[in-house]
Nanobody, 122 residues
Framework: VQLQASGGGLVQAGGSLRLSCAAS????????MGWFRQAPGKEREFVAA????????SYADSVKGRFTISRDNAKNTVYLQMNSLKIEDTAVYYC????????????????WGQGTEVTVSS
């Protein structure tokens, strides 16, 4: 599975962005998909994940109620809708694919995209 993330950019605090992650490979629909982020000088952290069917989702506490993960298996794409953005959401966002169940542990994810940068300004 190859992953290509897009949709990052510069946005003011309180604004919204939607990230997309396009996957190649016909097995996309069998993978759990996740979003992680890494801010400058910080460790990579879990943001959200969605099961292969879309029926199960998981979010980091820091983004609950503001971010929504979704997927369209017909388009081999997973999305991250980010609303009410805060300065602390500034990071490079990575999408990843896992053969395991929904989870926040990065080592469960076998495939990673190249990242898309999100900058939230005041």
């Amino acid at each position: 599975v190859q992953l290509q993330a897009s949709g990052g950019g510069l946005v003011q605090a309180g604004g919204s962005l939607r990230l997309s992650c396009a996957a190649s490979g016909r097995t996309f629909s069998t993978y759990t998909m996740g979003w992680f982020r890494q801010a400058p000088g910080k460790e990579r952290e879990f943001v959200a994940a969605i099961s292969w069917s879309g029926s199960t989702t998981s979010y980091a506490d820091s983004v609950k109620g503001r971010f929504t993960i979704s997927r369209d298996n017909a388009k081999n794409t997973v999305y991250l809708q980010m609303n009410s953005l805060k300065i602390e959401d500034t990071a490079v966002y990575y999408c990843a694919a896992s053969p395991a169940a929904v989870g926040a542990t990065s080592r469960w994810y076998d495939y990673w995209g190249q990242g898309t940068e999100v900058t939230v300004s005041s």
